[in-house]
């Protein structure tokens, strides 16, 4: 159930709504005059979202990519292109 509390609770309640989205890691939506204005979350549950989103992205490309031709590939060209690539990261962090 999300948690939905009022801009001015967010002014004099900031540190209970802070201790809120830290240990819940879940948002606080907040109101003004009745309507939606704004979220309040945490630094981590941010940086989880923006993960998240990106590896969605990434995936739908992928997925359209693959609707797009009938080129696939076998694990062990995946893996092996995954650990060269890794490799030459490696090297160039040297």
């Known amino acids: 159930m999300p948690k939905i509390r009022t801009v001015s609770d967010l002014r004099n309640h900031f540190a209970d709504i802070s201790k809120t989205v830290h240990e819940s890691g879940e948002p606080v939506f907040s109101t003004k005059n009745g309507y939606g204005d704004m979220v309040v979350m945490s630094i981590e549950a941010y940086q989880s979202y923006q993960f998240d989103s990106e590896v969605y992205f990434k995936l739908k490309g992928a997925e359209l990519e693959a609707k797009m ?4 590939f076998t694990h062990d ?3 092996s292109d995954l650990r060269r690539k890794l490799r030459e990261k490696a090297a160039d962090s040297v």
């Open 69 to 72: 031709t009938d080129k696939r």
């Open 77 to 79: 060209e995946v893996f």
